[in-house]
């Protein structure tokens, strides 16, 4: 054996860790800028958290389905139907349930070409999802004739931002109950076993009759659906929208998957501690804004945390093994 | 008969999609372009302006035959261009060529970093170039944090100057493939194509993986260093941001040139010519748009952002060409040459003839 001493079990529990890792780093912020302990810091936090949590449950199934699978689109599925949500919108209340169907329609579409292009093609995920989002961001130039104009309703934005007692915004809200749909979606269908299957397995699962290619395809789907619907939701947290916004999610959603303890490798989905892992990335970034740093050595900081988190938790297996 | 056995053997070569993809762009150009497309400017601008993407790609080919990635190698480029052109303006007295070596330096280590990450770490190696790919654009926006600088013209000019009428940019990449072809005899190349065919028997045979890892992404940093030099030429000044976007088109263009993403199969010349089907696919839709389909239908015009949404679906449907070929290329080529020799490693042909 190489590791003679165990760890202790609550250091491999990665979701308790990413939680530990984010309130040490809330408590230091705190320390140096006591201004920073406030309902609304606090309420920031959790609101810019909830909308990750959104990109994060697509970006799990995909990557939970193996094979490589990974959604580099799911950032620009996000803007493309967060662009429609404003343009379609418009500031009528009464279109808010016919753009939620719109968008989630839209991220299932384009996740399902995803999905066929991976499985049915060849293509590898990367490179599929990739030029998926190359194609969407062009997509979203057309779509907005340069520049979105419209906004979401005021109610939309009202809901999302109101905070109960002073504390929980309303997105939180929506974002618990995406948590409880996504939990029920993983634990408790048969595409949840057969989408962990695939991932630990893919011919062993094909093997025992599971309709493999399907399967993945549905994660992509889903993992696009995921994405719209985010997109929607934060389409409403800005009210107004430009090209590309949510571009920047694709990798944070990536990060904290990762970060959450999901094997890269699939199986073993680990939502709890994606949620986490969006809560330690968002208050890296406040902390790293509330002392002042450059972009720059923002940058050199996010980086530096990422190869550290990831040499500590997500190293692939030996090859001797 | 045996022209036919040649065109067998020319389509199970990696490079066969790549190939095709490219003259059928080059056709499309010629229609859509008219004469001019044959006018040496336009050769000129063509390849000036893809000399810097057609050099990553080379670069991304040699860690792509690993099976691994590397998305850093556009950042690490402008790195090279921020610190040649920067650091001879802030420091008085560093000279000019110290300057260019030194970025091509610093990219060479950058690559080693990458290797000692994906190769001894062994941390995926997307998200580990990923990261490493936020810290060095970090270090751009240090040194240089918005398109400033000059390249002396007597540099520039260099590069954009030609001898006999053919661009010196082309012989810039003509000696990058020289070296490569001179590089891959050693038994070390053979080892990276190797280990992306199958890393278990690789091992087995008694090859450090690690080693093999780290020495790809290190052949990688050198040809970035390279493509960051051109890169400064083309630019003539210093810009911290541009860079990024070429990363993504280099790993579109080594697929689309034949190159497998998996590992083991593909070459040079696979990157080379896919870096000059993505650069011309720009070039057509451009002249698509402003001249052939308004000389059929008077008054026809769009706005120009449809000719990046076209270009973009064209890339999309070369790089699905691209793997659907390959795929049954490598099929076809595992079943034949099962008895004596193994399916990976591209060009196994190629080396049996010289043994």
């Not at chain 1, 093609?121 to 961001?137: D, E, H, K, R, Y």
């Not at chain 1, 199986?267 to 990335?281: D, M």
């Not at chain 2, 601008?45 to 190698?73: A, K, W, Y």
């Not at chain 2, 560093?94 to 001894?120: C, D, E, M, S």
Request: glycine share 10%; aromatic share 10%; net charge positive.
């Amino acid at each position: 054996m190489k590791h003679k001493i165990a760890a202790p079990s609550f250091l491999k529990n990665t979701a308790f860790m990413a939680f530990g890792l984010a309130v040490v780093l809330f408590i230091i912020m705190v320390i140096i800028h006591p201004a920073a302990l406030s309902l609304n810091a606090v309420a920031t936090i959790l609101s810019i958290a909830s909308m990750l949590v959104f990109v994060c449950a697509g970006q799990m199934i995909v990557i939970t389905s193996g094979n490589g699978g990974i959604d580099l689109s799911a950032g620009a599925i996000m803007s493309t139907t967060a662009c429609i949500t404003v343009e379609y919108m418009n500031g009528n209340n009464a279109k808010l349930i016919p753009a939620v169907i719109i968008c989630m329609a839209v991220g299932f579409l384009f996740g399902t070409l995803n999905g066929l292009g991976v499985t049915y093609i060849g293509i590898p995920a990367l490179i599929m999802t990739l030029c998926m989002s190359n194609v969407l961001t062009k997509l979203q130039i057309v779509i907005g004739n340069g520049a979105p104009r419209g906004t979401v309703s005021k109610e939309l934005t009202a809901s999302l931002t109101h905070r109960f007692f002073g504390l929980i915004p309303g997105i939180s809200l929506w974002a618990a109950v995406l948590y409880i749909l996504v939990l029920l979606l993983l634990k408790h269908t048969k595409f949840g076993f057969r989408l962990n299957l695939i991932g630990i397995n893919f011919t062993a699962a094909s093997l025992s009759g599971i309709r493999a290619k399907q399967v993945q395809v549905l994660a992509y789907a889903f993992g696009g659906m995921f994405a719209g619907l985010g997109g929607l939701v934060g389409a409403g947290y800005f009210r107004q929208m430009q090209v590309s916004t949510f571009d920047s999610y694709t990798m944070q959603s990536i990060s904290a998957v990762v970060i959450g303890g999901t094997l890269l490798s699939g199986g073993s989905p680990n939502y709890i501690g994606t949620i986490f892992g969006a809560v330690l990335l968002t208050v890296l970034s406040q902390f790293l804004s509330s002392i002042n740093t450059s972009p720059a050595m923002r940058d050199i900081i996010m980086g530096i945390m990422l190869i550290v988190l990831l040499i500590a938790y997500n190293r692939k297996p030996e090859v001797r093994q | 008969m045996k022209q036919n056995n040649t065109w067998m053997k020319f389509r199970r070569q990696p490079e066969y999609m790549g190939v095709v993809l490219l003259a059928v762009i080059i056709i499309l150009n010629i229609i859509t372009q008219g004469s001019d497309f044959f006018k040496a400017s336009s050769f000129q601008t063509i390849l000036s302006t893809n000399t810097p993407l057609i050099i990553l790609t080379m670069g991304q080919c040699v860690v792509l035959f690993t099976g691994n990635i590397d998305i850093s190698t556009g950042i690490t480029m402008t790195l090279v261009n921020v610190f040649a052109v920067m650091m001879p303006q802030n420091v008085p007295g560093f000279p000019v060529w110290l300057a260019y070596v030194t970025g091509f330096l610093l990219a060479v280590l950058i690559g080693f970093a990458n290797g000692i990450l994906v190769g001894y770490f062994r941390i995926p190696p997307m998200l580990a170039t990923y990261g490493m790919s936020y810290i060095v654009a970090g270090i751009c926006l240090i040194i240089c944090d918005r398109p400033q600088g000059k390249v002396s013209r007597d540099i520039w000019k260099i590069y954009k100057g030609n001898i006999a009428g053919i661009p010196n940019s082309l012989f810039f990449v003509l000696c990058l493939v020289l070296v490569w072809l001179v590089m891959k005899r050693h038994p070390g190349i053979k080892e990276i194509y190797a280990l992306g065919g199958d890393e278990k028997n690789t091992y087995l045979t008694g090859i450090s993986t690690v080693r093999t890892t780290i020495r790809a992404y290190l052949i990688s940093g050198f040809f970035v260093g390279c493509a960051g030099i051109a890169w400064t030429m083309m630019l003539a000044s210093a810009n911290p941001t541009t860079g990024d976007a070429k990363t993504l088109q280099s790993i579109a263009a080594a697929l689309l040139g034949g190159t497998l993403i998996s590992g083991g199969w593909g070459s040079m010349i696979c990157g080379v010519l896919g870096a000059l089907f993505l650069g011309l696919v720009t070039n057509t839709t451009t002249y698509l748009f402003i001249n052939l389909i308004p000389k059929f239908i008077p008054g026809f015009s769009v706005s120009t952002y449809y000719q990046d949404f076209v270009a973009q679906l064209i890339i999309l449907v070369g790089i699905t060409l691209s793997v659907m070929a390959n795929s049954r290329v490598r099929t076809d080529a595992s079943k034949a040459s099962r008895p004596d020799k193994t399916p990976s490693g591209g060009n196994s042909g190629k080396d049996g003839d010289r043994q």
